[in-house]
């Protein structure tokens, strides 16, 4: 299968897996919610470890998916058989139960409604041929308008303790040099 195929019958399948969940949702005697009301659009811009992602933005659905992880012939049939309800489950999921876990029993109910086995639900895929995501340091600054931990990456740490920028949290707050905790991770 070239490449052009695959990603022919990548949206197939993700076609054919949202057809099926909207029918649950009308069997669940649901309204079909606007997002849901035409197909998903499926794109192939994902790269590196993630198999595939969903956002939802407004009334537009975009699947994700890694073509690169896919046409991996070891890859293909897991691929096939678990990314593709995974993220037409996390779509269904998003629009009915926005507050529901990602990964939550909710979740996991819709894969096995779509036709998933059950140890298909498991959340991690091992697909060879993946490298790992290199490991980053963390550095955690005290916010002190909503006083959280806020982690900074390495560049905006260095920037702050210059204090060349003053970033701030999502909440306004300010986050100078002198609210580094000293608290550092390391995140894979
Ligand atoms: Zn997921
Ligand atoms: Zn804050």
Request: aromatic share 10%; hydrophobic share 35%; with cysteine.
């Amino acid at each position: 299968m070239t490449r052009a195929e695959l990603a022919g019958k990548i949206v197939n399948i993700t076609n054919d897996y949202f057809e099926k969940g909207i029918d649950i949702v009308i069997a669940q005697g649901k309204d079909v919610d606007l997002y849901l009301a035409k197909l998903p659009r499926i794109s192939f811009d994902l790269k590196g470890k993630t198999a595939g992602m969903v956002k939802t933005r407004y009334n537009d659905v975009n699947i994700r998916f890694n073509l690169d992880i896919a046409s991996i012939p070891e890859n293909t049939q897991n691929f096939l058989l678990r990314t593709i309800p995974h993220e037409v489950a996390h779509t269904f999921v998003s629009v009915y139960h926005p507050d529901a876990d990602n990964h939550g029993s909710i979740w996991r109910r819709w894969m096995i409604s779509l036709g998933a086995k059950w140890e298909d639900t498991t959340r991690c895929h091992n697909y060879a041929g993946v490298k790992r995501a290199r490991k980053v340091t963390q550095y955690a600054y005290h916010c002190s308008r909503c006083s959280r931990d806020v982690w900074m990456g390495a560049i905006r740490h260095k920037k702050t303790q210059k204090q060349e920028t003053l970033y701030l949290h999502n909440c306004g707050g300010k986050l100078p040099a002198d609210e580094f905790t000293g608290k550092v991770r390391i995140q894979e």
